[in-house]
Nanobody
Framework: QVQLVESGGGLVQAGGSLRLSCTAS????????MGWFRQTPGKEREFVAY????????YYADSVKGRFTISRDNGTNTLYLQMNTLKPEDTAVYYC??????????????????WGQGTQVTVSS
């Protein structure tokens, strides 16, 4: 069992930056597969970024590639999402997700079984 708590969201102007954090409980954080998703009202929760467990290879949605960076610190049980050059279309509630073992593609929300409560990111034009 793991509990996830996101923080770092807020209101920022277009072109600005934010860094989201996701702190996990438990002593086996380093063994969990983790990613970031986002959701806007009336839309499905969509994949944003994923950090492969052992190789640290990263994967991103095309819409954020080159602007967002996912990273993790196993010493502090924290997953990060650095978001640069933010656009109004990045406005959403951002969620971190975790799984002891991915049941499917890292891009699919159904592959993860632990979720945080979400943190709101609003980008003004």
């Amino acid at each position: 069992q793991v509990q996830l708590v996101e923080s770092g969201g807020g209101l920022v102007q277009a072109g600005g930056s934010l860094r989201l954090s996701c702190t996990a409980s438990g002593r086996t954080f380093s063994r969990y597969y983790m990613g970031w998703f986002r959701q806007t009202p009336g839309k499905e929760r969509e994949f944003v970024a994923y950090l492969r467990l052992k190789s640290a290879i990263t994967y991103y949605a095309d819409s954020v590639k080159g602007r967002f960076t996912i990273s993790r610190d196993n010493g502090t049980n924290t997953l990060y999402l650095q978001m640069n050059t933010l656009k109004p279309e990045d406005t959403a509630v951002y969620y971190c997700a975790a799984a002891a073992a991915l049941s499917g593609s890292y891009r699919e929300r159904s592959s993860y079984n632990y979720w945080g409560q979400g943190t709101q990111v609003t980008v003004s034009s």
